[in-house]
């Protein structure tokens, strides 16, 4: 048994020694479909999530949900020593859809291109689970155990807004709240050129989708001098939401927004220092920031201020050529993400009532779901452990106020729970998500092992 200042070193070459191992577990899990947004491979991942568990010795069982109608909550737990702190690990087996999407490599292939592992989900979210499944495992083989109790919900539907997970949570409340901390694993950078972000928190979502529905058919064009044009109407509706210079014109959609705390700011100036902008338009594909953002002007709009997003639109003739039709529908998919104290069922009551109130009364709004954001404070243990965890790798990480994404971490951090959490990342990482040709690197995936194996060593003795 390894000594215990020798512990990480040791469990880092046998992550090493074993990498080749653990990259195969990764294609293996990668392989197997599981879209939420269609269904496709949906039991068959949660079977082979809690497969994975299993073998690491956790109890384990799928939690249906919605009288089997959502998709199952993998829920195990590893340790029941109560001498030990308890880390409740939160993720998703579920993936984004690829369909539509041009990749090179085939999106379930997990092909080796170089140095690289391409398939859906190998950064976000199933390449960071199976790296903590390994770190579990690397950690087990050198001192026979772990320094903390585990637990796990691994849900299936946090790519279409987690729906049926605050069922799970609320009737899991007794054992949840035995958790010390939580962590969302995730995938660390390559060398120390680049950062560990460390998210405190994410945005709030709320999600629904507009529909003008005028007559029962299209129309020759010629007819639009006598009959609406639903396409128009839409824009129109869209249009009375944001002025020219993009701001959001909502009566009251501001009300519940806090202003930024002077901790806020010190970690949006920090986070400002500590990027390089120009890295951050390269990931991204574009060649400017809106409205000549930059520096901590640019990250505390990126973190702290809400979005009112237009997904798609669809309506009319939109193949090849031209065709003179007069829509008699059209359909626009919109998201809004919600910063701290903002509430997404209020919110939604507010897009209703601009709506009403400028005489759009035929918009019907549906597909509405949501939730609300969640914070977490800078000194908690998972913090903490997080911190400690990257600058044993040699990484530096910057803290984050909150990520710029959304998660239903409320149903964790809010009342009655009340459980801290933190989530580690890089902007690499982050840059091909639910994106074609989606990858995680080989240095990339071994590190985010070695990552997860020190947060559960830190988060065993940190203070």
């Not at 002007?297 to 003739?317: C, M, Q, R």
Request: net charge negative.
């Amino acid at each position: 048994m390894a000594r215990r200042e020798d512990f990480l070193e040791s469990v880092y070459e046998h992550i090493d020694r074993n990498l080749d191992g653990f990259i195969e577990k990764l294609r293996e899990y990668l392989r197997q479909p599981s879209v939420s947004a269609t269904g496709e491979g949906i039991e068959q991942c949660a079977h082979m999530t809690a497969d994975f568990l299993n073998k690491l010795g956790a109890s384990v069982s799928l939690v249906p949900t919605d009288r089997g109608r959502g998709n199952p909550v993998v829920y195990g737990k590893l340790g029941l020593d109560p001498g030990k702190r308890t880390l409740l690990i939160y993720t998703h087996y579920d993936t984004q859809p690829f369909v539509g999407q041009r990749w090179e490599s085939p999106p379930l292939g997990a092909a080796l291109v170089g140095n690289k592992i391409v398939a859906r989900s190998s950064c976000e979210s199933k390449g960071s689970l199976i790296a903590l499944i390994s770190a579990i495992e690397a950690c087990k083989a050198v001192e026979g155990g772990l320094p903390i109790n585990l637990m796990f919900v691994i849900e299936g539907e946090e790519e279409v807004g987690s729906p049926h997970l605050p069922e799970f949570v609320f009737a899991h409340a007794r054992d949840l709240s035995k958790c010390d901390g939580m962590l969302l694993p995730g995938i660390s950078p390559e060398d120390d050129s680049a950062n560990i972000d460390v998210m405190l928190g994410f945005k709030g979502m709320l999600y629904f989708e507009f529909e003008v529905k005028l007559r029962d058919r299209d129309l020759h064009g010629r007819s639009a001098t006598i009959f609406d044009n639903a396409a128009w109407r839409l824009v129109w509706a869209l249009n009375s939401l944001k002025d020219k210079e993009d701001r959001i014109l909502i009566d009251g959609f501001f009300d519940e927004v806090l202003e930024p705390t002077k901790n806020d700011l010190n970690m949006i100036s920090e986070i400002a220092k500590a990027t390089d902008e120009k890295d951050l338009l390269g990931f991204y594909g574009a060649k400017g920031f809106r409205k000549g953002l930059a520096g901590s002007a640019l990250f505390g709009e990126y973190l702290l201020s809400p979005t009112l997003n237009i997904d798609g639109l669809v309506s009319g003739y939109t193949g090849s050529g031209g065709s003179a039709i007069n829509p008699a529908s059209a359909l626009a998919k919109v998201d809004v993400r919600l910063v701290a104290n903002m509430n997404w069922e209020r919110t939604m009551n507010l897009i209703r009532n601009h709506l009403r109130d400028r005489g759009f009364t035929d918009i019907q709004i549906g597909s509405i779901r949501g939730y609300d954001a969640s914070r977490s404070p800078a000194d908690s243990k998972i913090a903490k452990a997080l911190l400690q965890a990257s600058s044993r790798l040699g990484l530096k990480a910057v803290l984050y106020p909150t990520a710029p994404g959304s998660a239903p971490w409320y149903l964790f951090t809010g009342a009655p729970l009340k459980i801290p959490c933190a989530w580690q990342t890089s902007l690499a990482a982050q840059a091909r998500m639910h994106g074609p040709d989606e990858f995680v690197t080989i240095k990339e995936y071994a590190n985010s092992t070695k990552m997860a194996a020190g947060i559960m060593h830190y988060f065993s003795t940190v203070s």
